[in-house]
């Protein structure tokens, strides 16, 4: 006997809606950034944090870039520290999912110098919530080329040279910089030995 | 002041999160330096990021702090800084929810959205849209549609993503707009394609005309965008499944020809699309089957897994097609990806042999701790389906599924594997044993309550009746002792089965359920004391009918009718006869709960049971006067077509039986835009002593809105055996003619007729079916006062399973101890039948079958009323 299968399994709704969720979380599973564009899936921020603890401890141990939890394909990707992941329906063409995906990395990447890594990320949350909105709008893909996305949110890192703060405070941030720079090698070191 | 890095961050090392440790009243207190002048951009811009990430971290902000803080901001806009500008939109964005009076930002984002600097002017569209609503919408109307049509990209795409997110408030401004949208399907950016084609077909897609039209444009000019593909891909299979055309449309060619596509994501919507096509020939499937097997090997797991998910449904249908895939299959079974390799298993265990079973679930029992649950389920169902497809490896699954039982899991994933077990044993008498062991081992230890309940109400029904049924007892008794109420309840019916059916078990039992009449639970102590008195009597038919058998009626008719017994006392006790019957049969996989003894639950059912359809007639029909001295109704029939497809009018019937009439229930739908029906009749004409008593019409059916008329006719008090019988049937109605668009009728009009099929009304029609879970003990209850019996010759059926299927749908009666699954290689079977004649009386059918030169069955029948029995014996024969 064959199983039947649901017509409406069959069809997918032409649709520009094709992201359910992104989200990035740190190597604790710690939501750093995190949209959900369909208000019907997890609304209520406990089911959001659940469903994200649920995914990060199915993914975090083998990098397998593709799951299928809790009725949705989450495709996903880390480096060193963060995890990115991109969630969609079970119907939805997995390779638009991983274009979302590759584009926000790509993009992170460039922006952050290659470090894409918590704390870096975390010094650059503007750009951060810039790039995602320039990918992503309600849902519909919005961009998925790092390169246009980079051109429309023109961000750059912050290194300019100070004008109206005090020579003391410039000096103090650059201290601080240099020792986030040693840290942050510190924690690569780390992370790459662990691996 | 602003430290970027917190001191205390930089000691806790792990914790070096600049945002940890953020209150949400300290930034709110930080965002009072937005009016301060000069406007410092760099700080201001950090206070803003503090803001979205707390939103984002789920921080609730109250209204008024919110709006406070959303005026501060306003005032940013002074300021030119491109990313403090466009952190601004975001807050917006954020915050529009939240925040009263958010308006307030319009002029300034209409300003940015038609202003010089092209950076600003894509995100202000989005943010201001955002903020509009259908009243405010009108007012920046114009600038939507220049900005669809701008030949800057970016100002383009947000114009027509925030158009398709407004469809849904002002669908009826943003459909004015459809020329803007249309002009930019036609630009050179691959995005805007895709956003102006998603909006189009968004604000067309109720317009199947204008949808093809489109399409035919799009498919003919080609695009550049693989996402404008896909949606094209999507729309035709859309369209061709709706218009039920063949494959030969140009639709099809044009998603075929999609195969051939240079992206990949395009290449994999196509062969998708086919893929899930309903009625596709193998032909069709080939050149699809053969992209998902390049794919199988692409070094992208992603790929990989779109393409053996999908291969994946394909061997559900056409197993033989993904044959030729079974090599890059095999390849796929050791990927490192589980949930890649757990699919080319399962697809494999549906298109290899019988042979490469035992290899295959060896390999996957290597890993199935690994995979997640959903996946878990997914092994369970290609188990279940391998077992029904070679019955002879159950002892292979059964091991293997009561190893899966053992690990751990939830409740999706555990019921998956004890419905796989069930359907094995009932599927294999030789399993039983074996299965019944594993399901007692599972409830030992099984949180689930559902799952218990079932497993109980499994043993109390099979377990009697194995050859040795005092070993359940203990497993039974436990969860006595050990469990939640519900399983208690069930655990009690269980153990009074094994009393009714095993002489030798009922002192042992009797003492045990003495036990239990101490519970602390009102369920369980009653369901304890009812069935304790029942055993008592020892009397066979009671056991049958309050222990075995639970009741046939319907539960929401039982409720109703208990209910307006309470509002109307009476002398007379409550007839359960007067309950209309259940319509499906209480099915055996329903929790144990819910099928025994209903008589004494106490309202305390595990869940609302939701009306059945013919709870639902029973309730429209009881609306007629004309229909309400009827009684309760007995049975519905199937809809029965009598018209032809395609014709003028549609017309079904449905055929409800009654104690004494039939009503029946024509179901009529115009399809001529240019006519009004008014007073439809289906006039009818019988040819045995039907009397047709009364017409109900439909009082008036425009186009393509379906109306009911019905017609009661009298079943023959004189002749209780003239149950068939044969009705010519006309519409008759009143035509006026309408206006096509407005659907405004003439004045006049004229009557007409319509010729309709015959409509048959059979000795099914009168029997409803009931299923009996102890077909033997019924068999005993009813006894052999009126039994008869009778044999016959069926020269041209050739096969058993023929022999079954005719009867059981010639008599309309419920097929019980699964006697209707005729066993491979058996020359002979013997069928049980039960059902309820209409009038309340009880029906068993017991037909012995052997082959031999045709069929040769010996039919037994026995009823409480010997009118019914002559009545089945005449029609069989």
Request: zero cysteines; charged letters at 30%.
């Given at each position: 006997m064959e199983p039947l299968i649901p017509r409406i399994v069959a069809l997918v709704e032409p649709s520009l809606y094709t992201v359910k969720a992104v989200f990035i979380l740190d190597n604790d599973g710690n939501r750093l950034l995190s949209k959900y564009y369909d208000p019907e899936l997890y609304p209520s921020m406990k089911e959001q944090k659940n469903f994200e603890r649920n995914v990060f401890n199915k993914t975090h141990k083998a990098d397998n870039e593709i799951a299928f939890l809790e009725g949705m394909t989450v495709v996903y990707k880390s480096s060193i520290d963060l995890f990115f992941y991109v969630v969609g329906s079970p119907q939805e063409n997995e390779l638009m999912l991983v274009a979302v995906l590759s584009c926000l990395f790509e993009s992170l990447s460039q922006i952050l110098r290659k470090n894409v890594e918590r704390r870096c990320l975390l010094d650059n949350m503007e750009g951060v919530f810039l790039i995602v909105d320039e990918i992503?709008?309600?849902?519909?893909?919005?961009?998925s080329d790092p390169q246009q996305v980079l051109q429309k949110v023109n961000y750059r890192v912050d290194e300019n040279p100070l004008s109206e703060q005090s020579v003391a405070q410039h000096i103090t941030e650059k201290l601080a910089l240099t020792s986030h720079v040693l840290q942050s090698a510190k924690e690569q070191i780390k992370w790459s030995i662990l691996k | 002041m602003i430290k970027k890095f917190d001191k205390k961050d930089e000691e806790s090392g792990s914790g070096s999160n600049p945002f940890q440790h953020l209150e949400k009243s300290a930034v709110l207190q930080e965002a009072r330096i937005f009016n301060e002048t000069p406007i410092n951009p760099r700080r201001c811009l950090h206070i803003l990021t503090k803001i979205i990430y707390l939103l984002n971290q789920g921080e609730h902000f109250g209204t008024t702090e919110a709006t406070e803080a959303f005026f501060a901001m306003t005032r940013l806009f002074q300021s030119n800084d491109q990313t403090l500008r466009r952190m601004c939109y975001l807050t917006i964005k954020e915050m529009a929810n939240i925040s009263e009076d958010v308006i307030i930002v319009t002029s300034s984002l209409t300003k940015d959205?038609?202003?010089?600097?092209?950076?600003?002017?894509?995100?202000?569209?989005?943010?201001l849209c955002r903020i509009t609503d259908s009243t405010m919408l009108q007012a920046i109307e114009r600038y939507m549609k220049q900005a669809i049509v701008d030949k800057v990209p970016s100002v383009s795409s947000s114009a027509l993503v925030s158009s398709l997110h407004m469809v849904?408030?002002?669908?009826?401004v943003v459909k004015r707009w459809v020329n803007e949208a249309q002009e930019a399907a036609s630009s050179d950016n691959i995005m805007v394609q895709y956003h102006a084609l998603g909006l189009l077909y968004h604000l067309r897609k109720n317009d199947r005309l204008a949808v093809t039209k489109m399409l035919n444009k799009f498919t003919k000019s080609g695009l550049k965008s693989p996402f404008a593909y896909c949606m094209l891909i999507r729309i035709a299979s859309k369209l061709l499944d709706e218009t039920e055309g063949g494959h030969d449309s140009p639709l099809f060619d044009f998603i075929e020809s999609c195969l051939r596509n240079k992206n990949e994501m395009v290449v994999y919507e196509a062969a998708s699309a086919i893929v899930h096509m309903p009625n596709c020939t193998a032909r069709e499937l080939a050149p699809a089957v053969s992209v998902l097997q390049l794919f199988c090997s692409s070094p992208k797991a992603a790929l990989r897994y779109a393409a053996v998910r999908t291969l994946n449904k394909v061997a559900m249908k056409h197993p033989s097609a993904v044959t030729a895939c079974n090599l890059d299959l095999e390849?796929?079974?050791?990927?490192?990806?589980?949930?890649?390799?757990?699919?080319?298993?399962?697809?494999?265990?549906?298109t290899g042999s019988e042979s490469s079973v035992d290899r295959l679930m060896k390999q996957i029992s290597s890993f199935v701790s690994e995979i997640s649950d959903e996946f878990k389920v997914v092994v369970v169902q290609a188990i279940s389906s391998l077992c029904q497809k070679y019955p002879r490896k159950h002892s292979v699954m059964m091991n293997f599924l009561s190893n899966m039982l053992r690990d751990d899991g939830g409740f999706e994933y555990k019921r998956a594997i004890v419905d796989c077990i069930i359907s094995i044993i009932e599927e294999n008498p030789e399993s039983k044993e074996t299965g019944l062991a594993h399901l007692c081992e599972f409830i030992e230890d099984c949180e689930h309550t559902v799952l218990a309940t079932k497993i109980l109400h499994l043993?109390?029904?099979?377990?009697?009746?194995?050859?040795?049924?005092?070993?359940?007892?203990?497993f039974i008794f436990n969860r006595v002792v050990l469990e939640s109420e519900a399983v208690r309840a069930a655990a009690v019916s269980a153990l009074a089965k094994f009393g009714a059916q095993n002489d030798d078990l009922l002192p042992s039992v009797l003492v045990l359920m003495q036990r239990c009449m101490m519970d602390s639970d009102d369920e369980v102590r009653d369901r304890a004391t009812f069935y304790m008195n029942v055993l008592q009597q020892k009397q066979k038919a009671l056991n049958a009918a309050y222990i075995f058998n639970g009741l046939s009626v319907s539960i929401p008719g039982l409720e109703k009718s208990l209910h307006q017994y309470t509002l109307e006392p009476s002398e007379k006790p409550f007839d359960m006869k007067s309950v209309p019957l259940a319509t499906a049969p209480i099915t055996e996989h329903k929790t144990g709960t819910t099928t025994c003894c209903r008589l004494i639950c106490t309202g305390k059912l595990p869940e609302k049971l939701a009306p059945s359809r013919q709870d639902i007639y029973q309730e429209q029909l009881a609306a007629i006067p004309e229909f309400q001295a009827l009684g309760p109704l007995f049975k519905s029939s199937e809809q029965v077509q009598l018209t032809e497809a395609e014709t003028e009018y549609v017309v079904r019937c449905i055929k409800h039986t009654f104690a004494r009439h039939m009503v029946f229930q024509f179901d009529c739908t115009n399809t001529l835009n240019d006519q009004l029906l008014q007073k439809v009749v289906v006039q009818m004409e019988p040819s045995e002593s039907y009397e047709v008593t009364n017409y109900i019409p439909a009082t008036s059916l425009p186009y393509s809105q379906p109306g009911s008329c019905y017609t009661l006719v009298q079943l023959p008090d004189d002749d209780p055996t003239a149950v068939s019988c044969t009705f010519s049937c006309t519409m008759k109605y009143l035509v006026k003619d309408c206006d096509p668009n407005t659907g405004e009728p003439d004045d006049d009009g004229y009557d007409d007729e319509y010729v309709l099929e015959d409509l048959e009304v059979t000795v099914a029609d009168h029997i409803q079916k009931v299923l009996k879970a102890n077909f033997g003990a019924a068999w005993e209850e009813v006894g052999d006062e009126f039994e008869k019996e009778e044999t016959f010759a069926l020269a041209s059926v050739q096969t058993l399973d023929e022999a079954v299927g005719n009867i059981i749908s010639f008599l309309g009666m419920q097929p019980c101890e699964r006697s209707d699954k005729v066993p491979e290689n058996k020359n002979s079977h013997v069928l049980f039948l039960a059902g309820v004649f209409r009038g309340c009386h009880d029906v068993l059918v017991r037909a012995r079958l052997a082959l031999a030169d045709g069929v040769t069955m010996q039919v037994t029948v026995r009823s409480s009323e010997e009118t019914v029995v002559d009545v089945i014996l005449a029609s069989v024969g």
């Open positions: 992503i709008d309600g849902g519909v893909i919005l961009e | 959205m038609t202003g010089k600097e092209d950076v600003y002017r894509g995100p202000a569209i989005r943010a849904k408030r002002s669908y009826d390849n796929l079974i050791t990927d490192s990806n589980r949930s890649i390799a757990t699919l080319a298993i399962t697809t494999l265990l549906k043993l109390g029904k099979e377990g009697p009746r194995t050859p040795q049924p005092s070993k359940y007892i203990r």
